[in-house]
């Protein structure tokens, strides 16, 4: 493949106010968006602001938007657009913006924090923690996130609604629970939170963030309804309750 | 005074770099009741540790019960070339299973075996399956696993914050200075003792495995604040990275793949690893195809497969078959799993590698072989440290994981980086938080060193020059990989040198255009400074080891040398100049020996 030139639109600027500025620079064969962003960066733009670490799908530094798509930027190969398609990148909107393609994104540390840890029961008499496969499958697949936060950046309860973020977690953080609370060892009760202040009932299952997320995790299948179906037998189901005053958990 | 001018913490421990080692040593300081700070250059979590697939070496002896430290000693000193400091050796492999199991007790599911138990997987150079993992996303398990408990424990973490210069007091550590990536401004530690984990320089080279953060800082600041580097000659270059297309090359493929069955092929269609079974492996290693076949099953009664020799020889025996003309029009080989195990199979064990590969290069690695060559990864060498509590040789100055030098000697085995990091993170934090208890007194910033760093820093924006930091960063790796790469030799390492003074000189007249705030062309002039020394330490000792051992491996000098195998090259850094002596291993006691002595 020859190189050819291709027209970028990236955004540029602060918490101030930007613009998407154009650039054009040629691509070499194989080359994925955070290649030319790099590009265009050692080339005509030094100071262009983007974050990035391993360059292989497997830190989730690089976020953001590419043609309004929620993307990562090493894993959208440039042969995917049209040849003499414009190519817009923008920064993730949840966020607010730092600069250039960089955004604050410590409301997910925030909400990192508000979870309570994992908690271990007793050891077995021989001193070992056995768990088998096929108990454990369903809570590695959560933990395969990489913490892109496309998922979150994509969540329309709070992609436009900064006033909804104190009260949600966030479908990142539904993951997170949803691994705490299968995870076959652990003994802490998280179910109070996952009501109240993580605020699963906002809700409403779009799956917005499953079609986003790039470790193909089903955040909505196998995550949030199920944590739903658990605040409902815990709160709302009668034989539970009256059961539930006699027992403590039911992982 | 300084203090005022720049946002200031008290601590009494300070540690920089927030992958595994960091982590582990932050979580260790901070139980043992001293005040913690956890600094790191990118996000919590997005640290090198994350991109680490294939597994914690560790003798737990869950798949194989004949394994146990002594086992582990012993493939570690041997896959080191001897040249290992014996005694991190030995505590590495006596601790490293209670590591593991701690991992566990915060939460991290490693893959089972059918009793229930962490299963362990087949890596090169490890007598026994013995990697702790899951799938080939190891890493990523491990530092989100330390990352919640530290968050839990309520570390301070302070995230893209780049520290890059030590204080001192009278020699002993009063604490760093660096700056806030998001904003630009200055921040200051005073504080007792600083934990370096701050990696390796791997990215001084252009094939490189490594991320934007891998600039030697921790070396570099070391060595500026007058500690002892050792065995800077010493790199890897692991075997199996990417190819192809360019802009995927260097990327990491997992040893894993050869551990779970696949097998290094030329354009030849032969299993060239057979003939390149060094003379010090030859009694440990397969001579025939078949019995490499029955040693994945029967371990006890074959010898293991050439395609896991340590990563020194395998990455050696690419480069000379790609030389003899028997490589891939890309220049690499195949890496084959593909016709040897099943699909389901390798995307349940390798989903990751599944991934990179049809997403970055079109190919499905259940279908077709994987082309790869020999990417720069991981530094043996590094600040030098006392093998049972991390000190190095400043006051106050703890060093663990990449960053410091003497376990690996002069070659890594895989799967004994993460081990490194938990075993000597958790002894770094310990031994870091006894020394600041210990200390008394109050310790002084000298506010003229403050200045000048500050100054330094500054720089760039004031300069007359007009050197763009990216091509200077470029001519760099372009120098080191083309004159101190896999195979070197006197005349290109001298020019190597030559080139390096030149780039320092246009370094001083980098220029950066915008502001401070949020602005990479900065940060990386700004590293620069780090990336050359780590480039020059490295060039300098490999000129003097005269000798091919491990990860270094000189054209003009092929074989080892007694003399050599007794001595590491220490460098250190005294009036802005790099002086380096040889000097003497420490001895091996003789129960020790004896391990090493067993055949087989």
């Keep these: 493949m020859a190189e050819q030139q291709v027209h970028m639109r990236v955004w540029r600027g602060d918490a101030n106010g930007g613009e ?10 194989g080359q994925v968006v955070l290649d030319v962003i790099h590009a265009i960066q050692a080339q005509q733009a030094n100071d262009m602001a983007v974050r990035w670490n391993c360059k292989a799908g497997k830190c989730g530094s690089c976020s953001a938007e590419v043609n309004g798509k929620p993307r990562l930027m090493c894993m959208t190969r440039m042969n995917t657009f049209e040849p003499g398609e414009t190519i817009t990148v923008s920064p993730m909107r949840a966020f607010p913006i730092i600069r250039d393609l960089v955004t604050d994104v410590s409301y997910n540390y925030q ?13 077995e008499s021989d001193g070992t923690r056995r768990m088998y496969q096929e108990d454990i499958d369903r809570v590695q697949e959560f933990h395969k996130c990489i913490e892109c936060f496309l998922c979150q950046n994509v969540c329309h309860v709070i992609r436009d609604h900064d006033d909804n973020k104190p009260a949600f977690s966030g479908p990142r953080f539904f993951v997170r629970l949803a691994s705490l609370e299968m995870h076959p060892l652990d003994s802490n009760d998280r179910m109070e939170l996952i009501k109240q202040k993580a605020g699963l009932g906002y809700c409403n299952i779009t799956k917005c963030c499953t079609e986003v997320c790039p470790e193909h995790i089903h955040i909505t299948d196998n995550a949030i309804i199920p944590l739903k179906e658990r605040v409902v037998d815990r709160f709302y189901d009668p034989i539970a309750k009256l059961m539930g005053l006699f027992s403590t958990k039911n992982k | 005074m300084a203090q005022e001018k720049y946002e200031t913490h008290e601590y009494d421990v300070v540690v920089i770099g927030a992958g595994g080692a960091g982590l582990r040593a932050a979580v260790e300081a901070s139980a043992q009741g001293v005040k913690t700070a956890l600094v790191c250059k990118s996000l919590l979590g997005k640290a090198h540790t994350v991109m680490a697939e294939g597994g914690i070496a560790a003798a737990m002896g869950n798949v194989y019960p004949e394994d146990n430290w002594k086992v582990h000693f012993r493939d570690t000193m041997r896959g080191g070339k001897l040249l290992n400091n014996w005694r991190m050796a030995q505590i590495h492999a006596q601790e490293a299973p209670d590591r593991v199991l701690e991992l566990e007790e915060w939460g991290a599911l490693f893959d089972r075996t059918k009793e229930g138990l962490i299963l362990q997987r087949d890596f090169g150079g490890h007598r026994y399956a013995r990697l702790a993992h899951v799938g080939d996303r190891t890493g990523l398990e491990m530092i989100r696993t330390l990352q919640q408990h530290a968050v839990h424990k309520g570390i301070d973490v302070y995230m893209e914050c780049n520290l890059q210069r030590l204080l001192t007091d009278g020699g002993r550590i009063s604490g760093a200075f660096g700056y806030w990536r998001e904003s630009g401004k200055f921040i200051m530690f005073k504080c007792k003792a600083v934990v370096l984990a701050t990696g390796g320089g791997g990215k001084a080279w252009k094939v490189t495995s490594n991320s934007w953060e891998y600039t030697g800082d921790g070396v570099t600041m070391a060595a500026d604040a007058g500690a002892d580097l050792m065995d800077m000659e010493f790199m890897q270059f692991h075997p199996t990275g990417m190819v192809w297309p360019p802009s995927v090359r260097g990327i990491l493929v997992t040893e894993g793949v050869r551990g779970d069955g696949g097998t290094l092929k030329n354009t030849k269609n032969e299993r060239f690893m057979f003939n ?54 890309h220049g690499g080989v195949y890496l084959d799993i593909a016709s040897r195990r099943p699909a389901d199979y390798i995307r349940k064990r390798l989903p990751s590698m599944y991934h990179q590969f049809k997403e970055l290069a079109d190919v499905d690695i259940t279908k077709e072989a994987m082309e790869v060559g020999p990417t720069c990864h991981y530094a043996m060498g590094g600040v030098r440290v006392d093998a049972d509590s991390t000190a190095t040789t400043v006051p106050g100055l703890f060093a663990a994981g990449e960053v410091a030098a003497g376990l690996h000697g002069a070659n890594r085995l895989g799967g004994n980086s993460l081990s490194d990091l938990l075993v000597f993170g958790r002894r770094a934090g310990l031994y870091a938080a006894e020394y600041a208890k210990g200390m008394s007194g109050s310790l002084t910033v000298n506010n003229d060193q403050v200045e000048s760093f500050a100054r330094d820093m500054l720089a760039p924006f004031e300069s007359t020059g007009n050197e763009n930091p990216y091509t200077i960063h470029a001519d760099l790796q372009q120098c080191m990989q083309d004159m101190v790469g896999i195979i070197r030799v006197e005349s290109e390492l001298n020019q190597a040198l030559e080139i390096l003074q030149k780039l320092k000189q246009r370094a001083k007249n980098v220029k950066v255009e915008g502001n401070r705030h949020y602005n990479p062309g900065w940060h990386l002039a700004l590293d620069l400074h780090s990336l050359l020394t780590f480039a020059e330490a490295a060039t300098l000792a490999a000129i003097i080891r005269k000798e091919s051992r491990g990860g270094h491996t000189r054209d003009d000098f092929p074989n080892t040398d007694a003399k050599f195998a007794k001595v590491n090259i220490i460098t250190r850094m005294r009036n802005g100049e790099m002086t380096q002596t040889e000097e003497p291993l420490p001895e091996l006691p003789d129960e020790l020996k004896a391990l090493l002595e067993e055949k087989k």
């Design chain 1, 111 to 123: 909400k990192a924090k508000e979870i309570p840890a994992f908690k271990p029961k007793a050891k």
């Design chain 2, 276 to 329: 390149y079974i060094p003379e010090f492996f030859k009694a440990e290693t397969a001579e025939t195809i078949e019995e490499a076949e029955r040693w994945y099953e029967d371990k006890r009664n074959n010898r293991r497969t050439p395609d896991l020799l340590p990563r020194d020889e395998v990455a050696r025996a690419i480069n000379s078959e790609v030389k003899a003309g028997r490589g891939t029009p």
């Design chain 1, 20 to 29: 998407f500025k154009d650039y054009r620079i040629a691509v070499g064969e």
